[in-house]
């Protein structure tokens, strides 16, 4: 009788394990199903679709038989995925699937030794970041940006190859002008070789300038855009600025010196050195505006000085228009500087240029 007994319990025992594995099967056959219906069921249906099968797993995984199987947690992390990517509007259930999906891609990493369930972990884990994305772009097209990089940063930290992600949340970053992270997101995509780097290099660079208020940093990101990109004339500008500033102007004509010599018909190199002559005199004006008028030789002198640097300046903004008759930018300091000089002759015809640049 013990024996029938024993007998008896042990198929009981084993119909019970098999019944747990069932609910596995039961997701496997769920999940084919979902799949197929999602190109045709309404969103409504494809949801309870999705939440029947997630349903099978939440039983599979409270057996002792089958929370040990890796599919079991495998296929949970892709129905819980799914539904977060479906339901990406609505933020607050999107989230809740997506740390059900986290915590079963953990538990699927660490049962699946033997890497049968690399695909179906894979597939969650992309997914999931797609889901992210659905829910940044959604935000900021709604303009509440400060939710948007939050899901944007997300996204990169799932999937921190993807350099268009990063871009996304640089831009993000800058509507509500947090700048650090605008620059830190812009110079990851830049580390991980995004192609248009250059233009990237230019927002980061006068932003941390201008913005952040940090020179250091900005002179350090310009050597290194320099660095990468020598002919771009916006950094040499820059750089022309920043040598100028330092009263280094030697340094800076220098550098634009060796340009032209290797690129003499380019306006913005012209433009560059004139700029190096013609800031000098401007950064005498103020001086001079200062002197009382009863200082006629200190003016004269100092007015003597502004003229020849202005007269250096010439010809390199004569040489940028002529090379790039839409370089009105020349024309502009020209005009400024033949009023200073009062030459009516020459002040007059760049001012017809400019008016007629202007209609055109």
Do not use: C
């Amino acid at each position: 009788m013990k024996k029938v007994l024993l007998s008896m319990l042990l198929v009981g025992a084993a119909t019970y394990a098999n019944a747990q594995k069932g609910e596995v099967t039961k997701a496997k056959n769920a999940w084919a199903l979902a799949r197929l219906g999602s190109q045709t069921q309404t969103l409504d249906a494809t949801l309870k679709t999705l939440g029947e099968g997630l349903a099978t797993t939440d039983k599979a995984i409270a057996h002792e038989k089958s929370k040990g199987m890796p599919e079991a947690w495998s296929y949970r992390a892709l129905f819980a995925s799914r539904i977060s990517f479906i339901d990406s509007l609505n933020v607050t259930n999107a989230l809740a699937n997506d740390k059900i999906a986290e915590e079963a891609i953990v538990k699927a990493k660490e049962l699946d030794t033997k890497g049968e369930e690399k695909e179906n972990i894979q597939e969650a884990e992309v997914t999931l970041s797609n889901a992210a994305r659905n829910r940044a772009i959604f935000a900021y097209n709604k303009k509440d940006y400060k939710a948007a990089l939050e899901f944007f940063n997300q996204v990169t930290a799932k999937n921190p190859t993807d350099t268009s992600n990063f871009v996304n949340a640089g831009v993000t970053a800058k509507q509500i002008e947090n700048y650090p992270e605008m620059v830190k997101n812009f110079k990851q995509a830049i580390g991980l070789g995004y192609k248009e780097s250059e233009a990237l290099y230019s927002e980061i660079i006068s932003t941390t300038f201008e913005k952040v208020k940090d020179s250091v940093a900005g002179t350090a990101l310009l050597e290194e855009a320099i660095a990468k990109y020598p002919e771009n004339p916006y950094f040499v500008g820059m750089q022309t600025d920043l040598y100028i500033k330092q009263g280094n102007v030697a340094k800076s004509q220098e550098l634009l010196s060796k340009l032209i010599a290797k690129d003499g018909k380019n306006a913005s190199y012209q433009y560059a050195m004139g700029d190096t002559y013609y800031k000098q005199a401007l950064d005498l004006q103020p001086k001079r505006n200062a002197l009382d008028p009863k200082k006629k030789k200190e003016f004269d002198a100092i007015t003597a000085k502004m003229i020849g640097f202005i007269d250096q300046a010439l010809p390199y903004y004569k040489k940028a228009y002529e090379l790039d008759p839409k370089m009105t930018s020349a024309l502009e300091n020209l005009k400024i500087i033949y009023l200073f000089k009062d030459d009516k002759v020459n002040y007059e015809a760049t001012k017809k240029l400019l008016d007629a640049a202007a209609k055109s």
